[in-house]
């Protein structure tokens, strides 16, 4: 059975772990390399847990028992209350296609619902096709807005959102 809890200074060490696996498993997946963020000083992952406190953002585990095997987080726009920011989403490879990223994303979905955000947004690189099919399941469209991805400037990153009314 698997349970969703929130990232928190308790389990800061399951977070790094499960983090830098998605980080290496999907490394065009993240805006951000397994290289940067092992490298990361306990105090940077301490404060990146405390940032995820529920209050402009938020960040879950996926549990399988004591076996992390999923990650999501959203931060809201600082800017316009609105609208939040699907971050980090991963799940295991041999977690997936059981419904446990769509359970990270409702439950994403939620956090940002009682928190006023009326829509959800996301970025996912060009190259995800499978991440892509994924979300348009979840009832997100692309916006039309195109980025650079970081790490490779021969992809890109789409935007897409949805509403979380």
């Not at 698997?2 to 490394?27: H, Q």
Request: aromatic share 8%; charged share 20%; proline share 5%.
């Amino acid at each position: 059975m698997v349970a969703i809890e929130p990232i928190t200074l308790a389990n800061l060490a399951l977070f790094k772990a499960v983090r830098l696996r998605a980080l290496s498993d999907a490394p065009s997946a993240f805006g951000s390399t397994y290289a940067r963020e092992s490298q990361m000083s306990d105090e940077e992952w301490k404060n990146r847990a405390v940032r995820w406190n529920g209050e402009a953002g938020i960040g879950f585990l996926a549990m399988e028992g004591s076996e992390g095997c999923g990650i999501a987080g959203c931060l809201l726009d600082p800017g316009d209350g609105s609208r939040a920011q699907l971050i980090s989403m991963w799940t295991a490879p041999p977690h997936r296609q059981q419904g446990i990223g769509r359970m990270l994303v409702e439950q994403v979905a939620a956090w940002a619902r009682g928190r006023g955000a009326k829509r959800l947004h996301l970025c996912v690189t060009s190259s995800n096709q499978p991440a892509m099919l994924f979300y348009q399941r979840l009832g997100f469209v692309r916006t039309g807005r195109i980025l650079p991805y970081p790490n490779d400037p021969a992809l890109s990153k789409y935007e897409m959102a949805r509403a979380l009314a």
